[in-house]
């Protein structure tokens, strides 16, 4: 998998639940990890707990500690990489032993944060600094600082899209399937890959509610009994598009075999036409079109093809955020070092990402995006506590990929029934859900 592990956090923004039987407390109940104002006043050891073992193993975190003792010589980091990082640090906060620093755990509940996490300052103070302070507010008090963010788009083989003739943004679902329909007739290549088999490419299109309206508040419209899949809802938009693509032939012709990393080299080589992924996948798609011998530069990134004013949008969305146990022995420079790796270290940038900074211009890897003027939508999290709640008792998953796969295999013909009755009965399980777990 190795670089798929920036993407867990993004994945995973509207996916909280509550940890069973973690009791948290022992620390100081509010007590702030301030920034410290003397680099040379702060010593002592912390660990960072980190779900990329990639950069751990490469030696990338020891690099990024030696620039990082520059400034603050007389702290010594310790990394822990933990490849199953979600289930290994869920029964470690059962105790008070897990690390200084770590990446907030999708299972902890937004409002248990104060059990764990030392606050960091106020809403007012860091939301000036950063980007998606929000997704970690409670009570006005903010508990994580992202490590980047993410936009959301389709990662398309251009040549191959040029190749087919096809060199103007789709600006409808309808212009993206003929785009598609295009693509296939022209070059003989797979125009759409599903990446059904793993499951977790799906749930990308849920980073893309936001886009369709450019409303930032959009997730937190789902807040309520609203049929969130009713004809001109955002998720009615962009299901019945993955439908369409489906039911039309355009995407591959057994998705139960579908392979993460097999599909990255056929886009690479221009054997497969587009795929519903956020801007972390861009450099990897690059590296991979690099290899199969073509040019980095094969690779583009399309907004969601929808509009607003004349204008495309793409919702922003948090990757894993940045916290300081409230056991920390050492929150000063725990929270240096936070602050540091989110700023200074240059990490958002190595990865093609969008930089939590706000001061931070955006990636080379958006420039696409920057140059023709799409919106940029940081996705509120306001009422992501509620919306999980609806969600979870549902039973549907907006982060989890089987209501899509069984999507999929209905617009295929795997499974009986029609697209109108799938998203009437989806209405009807959130509607009710809504009635009890968000009021």
Known sequence: MGKTKTLTGALLTVTMLTVAGCGGGGGTPGETAAAPTDPGGVSGEIKVLTHRTDLVQNGAMKRYTAEFNKIYPRVKVTFEGITD???????????????????????????????????????????????????????????????????????????????????????????????????????????????????????????????????????????????????????????????????????????????????????????????????????????AAQEAGGSPDDIGFLPFPAQRDGKFCATLVSDYQQAVSIHSGNKPAARAWIDWFTGKSGYPATEGAVPALKSAPMPATLKEFVDNDVTFVERSEAETGTVNAIDNAAELGLNKPDYRQKLIDIARGAQQGTLQDYFDDLDKRWNEAARTAGS
């Open 85 to 287: 990082y979600e289930g290994e640090v869920k029964i470690r906060m059962n105790t008070k032993a897990y690390g200084d620093v770590l990446m907030i755990p999708a299972v902890v509940a937004k409002n248990d944060y104060p059990k764990f996490f030392a606050p960091l300052g106020t809403k007012a103070e860091l939301s000036r600094l950063y980007r998606f302070s929000d997704k970690t507010e409670v009570g006005g008090k903010v508990y994580g600082i992202a490590q980047f963010g993410t936009a959301n788009g389709f990662v398309h083989n251009k040549a191959l899209w040029k190749k087919a003739g096809v060199t103007q943004w789709p600006k409808t679902p309808q212009e993206f399937t003929a785009a598609l329909e295009t693509v296939a007739d022209k070059t003989g290549a797979v125009p759409y890959y599903t990446n059904f088999k793993d499951g977790w490419p799906l749930v990308q299109w849920s980073s893309n509610i936001g886009s369709v309206t450019c409303d930032a508040k959009a997730t937190d419209k789902l807040s309520g009994p609203v049929s969130p899949w009713k004809a001109g809802g955002e998720l009615h938009t962009i299901d019945a598009l993955l439908h369409d693509i489906v039911k039309r032939g355009l995407s591959e012709k057994d998705p139960s075999t579908t392979n993460w990393e097999t599909s990255k080299n056929l886009l690479g080589k221009g054997k497969i036409g587009a795929m519903m992924l956020g801007s972390w996948a861009i450099t990897q798609m690059r590296e």
